[in-house]
């Protein structure tokens, strides 16, 4: 599920925008906003779409405090 890519990556794991796209194709119709923000929109346009997500499938609003809070454009530095 997606959520599980979001919380993942707020747990700590490694960040790669480009895995995280092709992640949400793989769910179908469910990651088409987010994808399409990624394609053709930018940081805010994606936050938008994956804020949406979470707020379309009644999962915890305090995600979106982090997903605002982080770049989906770019990988994260930290190593594992």
Excluded at 43 to 63: F, G, R, S, V
Aim: charged letters at 30%.
């Amino acid at each position: 599920m997606i959520i599980d890519l979001i919380l993942d990556r707020k747990d700590g794991d490694k960040y790669q925008p480009s895995k995280f796209y092709h992640d949400c194709m793989g769910y179908g119709e469910v990651g088409n906003d987010i994808t399409a923000a990624m394609d053709y929109g930018n940081e805010p346009d994606i936050k938008k779409a994956i804020c949406q997500y979470i707020i379309d499938n009644d999962y915890n609003l305090d995600i979106c405090k982090y997903v605002n809070r982080v770049n989906w454009l770019s990988s994260d530095e930290r190593s594992i």
